[in-house]
């Protein structure tokens, strides 16, 4: 972003936006907005933008009321190359187009961190000092950690219908309590329909089936 002067992020976190069937997607380092959508003459409109309530730091959550005021106040928006380019005032804010920026990390020999659990149109937090991760391998077998207990299975995507399978699934039987309990209670929820909804892009996996999903971040 650019006016006068550069406006910094903050540490660690960028703006994604997406455009898809009249709606409208932001990420910014915290929560997720989002809309409808339309470009009228050479303007972005968007309704008043939805917002997950994740639980985040003050400089972040600052961060998305700021990008939220700038969205809501029609920009102009303009092609120029790779770049999207969105202007109001004497402010521009420069979008590279995401699959030249961040190309998707493969889903077989990523680290996925489970990071926001999906509940009907919500989205919140993991439990605090909870740690889930899930681990594809190229010959179809998954490892999880699901926050208490460790085992894995067996995975198939099925690219053509957007959807992973799993099967197979044995996992140790450790009781826990407290947050790792709380985690893998949602992780094992999910993982109880068998076939999910998959969705990568870019750092960020999505497996989700009807109303719930977990929301996952690669390394």
Do not use: K
Request: charged share 25%.
């Amino acid at each position: 972003m650019r006016g006068d002067d550069q406006i910094d992020l903050v540490d660690g976190t960028r703006i994604s936006v997406s455009f898809a069937a009249g709606q409208l997607g932001i990420r910014a380092g915290c929560n997720i907005m989002g809309g409808s959508y339309a470009v009228e003459g050479g303007t972005l409109v968007t309704d008043a933008l939805a917002m997950t309530e994740m639980g985040c730091d003050q400089a972040r959550h600052e961060q998305d009321d700021w990008i939220s005021t700038f969205f809501g106040q029609r920009p102009a928006i303009a092609l120029s190359g790779d770049d999207l380019v969105l202007t109001f005032d004497d402010t521009a804010m420069t979008l590279l187009d995401r699959e030249i920026a961040d190309p998707d990390l493969p889903l077989a020999g990523t680290t996925w961190l489970v990071d926001s659990l999906v509940t009907g149109e919500s989205v919140s937090s993991v439990p605090i000092a909870a740690v889930s991760t899930f681990r594809f391998s190229d010959d179809g077998r998954v490892d999880i950690d699901t926050g208490c207990n460790l085992g894995g299975g067996r995975y198939e995507v099925d690219e053509g219908a957007g959807t992973i399978r799993f099967s197979d699934l044995v996992f140790t039987r450790r009781a826990c309590s407290g947050a790792g309990g709380e985690l893998e209670g949602a992780v094992m929820q999910v993982l109880a329909e068998g076939t999910l909804s998959i969705d990568l892009e870019a750092r960020r996996l999505e497996l989700r089936v009807g109303r719930i999903g977990l929301g996952l971040r690669g390394s």
